[in-house]
T-cell receptor, first 115, second 111 residues
Framework: EPEVTQTPSHQVTQMGQEVILRCVPI?????FYWYRQILGQKVEFLVS????????KSEIFDDQFSVERPDGSNFTLKIRSTKLEDSAMYFC?????????????FGPGTRLTVL | GQQLNQSPQSMFIQEGEDVSMNCTSS?????WLWYKQDPGEGPVLLIA?????ELTSNGRLTAQFGITRKDSFLNISASIPSDVGIYFC???????????FGIGTKLQVIP
């Protein structure tokens, strides 16, 4: 069964450093998303992306965040200058965008630890 | 923004028991979803509901989309140890739009 994959599984970085989290969505999917989950809390929406542009973003997704689909398979989330509070699990998701019954399939996540 | 209230936040049950959890929203959703998350993994979709009043089963799991579109419940029958995990309710305005998650119900099954 096709699945969303994410790399790395765990990223440790120093505060102020840039990080890029990578995702490979399911191959025929057209809509891509990033969510985050701070330890012990609920999953929160960050951004959705379709047709090479952002469709919707939350208030969490400020100027420090950016997304990109650099080629036909990868979807990335960049944090320019990480803060301690960026430590969380980051989940990529994708959906087909064919009908109202489309569902989002989530990757296994990248655990980001900012020291 | 839309808020989801999920309860209970944690449950301890004996293996073989049935369990029920529910979710209410401050506003209407057009799609209700139930996900399960195992430690260190991403949410996995269990059941999706698309119509008010819809009752859907997936094995031992049954979920309903409330008539008001502002609530949903999930029942698990005859629980087994592998049911352990965190169960999230979630809502969507439309099929490709953002998923809004509840706080989760942590389920522990005592063998």
């Amino acid at each position: 069964e096709p699945e969303v994959t994410q790399t790395p599984s765990h990223q440790v970085t120093q505060m102020g450093q840039e990080v890029i989290l990578r995702c490979v969505p399911i191959s025929n999917h057209l809509y891509f998303y990033w969510y985050r989950q701070i330890l012990g809390q609920k999953v929160e929406f960050l951004v959705s992306f379709y047709n090479n542009e952002i469709s919707e973003k939350s208030e969490i997704f400020d100027d420090q965040f950016s997304v990109e689909r650099p080629d036909g398979s990868n979807f990335t989330l960049k944090i320019r200058s990480t803060k301690l509070e960026d430590s969380a699990m980051y989940f990529c998701a994708s959906s087909e965008f064919m009908s109202i019954t489309d569902t989002q399939y989530f990757g296994p996540g990248t655990r980001l630890t900012v020291l | 923004g839309q808020q989801l209230n999920q309860s209970p936040q944690s449950m301890f049950i004996q293996e073989g028991e049935d369990v029920s959890m529910n979710c209410t929203s401050s506003s209407i959703f057009n799609t209700w979803l139930w996900y399960k998350q195992d430690p260190g993994e991403g949410p996995v979709l269990l059941i999706a509901l698309y119509k008010a009043g819809e009752l859907t089963s997936n094995g031992r799991l049954t979920a309903q989309f409330g008539i008001t579109r502002k609530d949903s419940f999930l029942n698990i029958s005859a629980s087994i140890p592998s049911d352990v995990g965190i169960y999230f309710c979630a809502g969507q305005a439309g099929g490709y739009q953002k998923v809004t998650f509840g706080i989760g119900t942590k389920l522990q099954v005592i063998p």
